[in-house]
């Protein structure tokens, strides 16, 4: 019922720059918090950065400074810049929202498949 899609993944060079997005759709009375998480391969998925819907963000040490996060409420659309990427940043980026699909209803966390961000050395 609700879904999303993220998009924007790719192959880079370490130093350069990517960016994803993530766009929500379906039956959704409202969105909470947005983020992402990433995890590469063999690991657990860890926390990259939340916005919340009056644009507060908290990022993740490790990409602090380098990656900024940004929404677009009336388009459902959370974007993660990255810039001065490293070999380490590979992995599947996921997307994270939190939906209330009707107004009785509490948040609950929705998922994206996932967009593959390489970083070669």
């Known amino acids: 019922q609700v879904q999303l899609v993220e998009s924007g993944g790719g192959l880079v060079q370490a130093g350069e720059s990517l960016s994803v997005s993530c766009v929500a759709s379906g039956n959704i009375y409202s969105i909470g918090v947005m983020g992402w998480y990433r995890q590469a391969p063999g690991k657990q998925r860890e926390l990259v950065a939340t916005i919340t819907g009056y644009g507060s963000t908290e990022y993740a040490d490790l990409v602090k400074g380098r990656f900024t996060i940004s929404r677009d409420n009336a388009k459902r659309t959370v974007y993660l810049q990255m810039n001065s990427l490293k070999p380490e940043d590979t992995a599947v980026y996921y997307c994270?929202?939190?939906?209330?699909?009707?107004?009785?209803?509490?948040?609950?966390?929705?998922w994206g498949q996932g967009t593959l961000v390489t970083v070669s050395s």
């Open positions: 994270n929202v939190d939906v209330v699909v009707t107004p009785r209803d509490r948040l609950r966390d929705v």
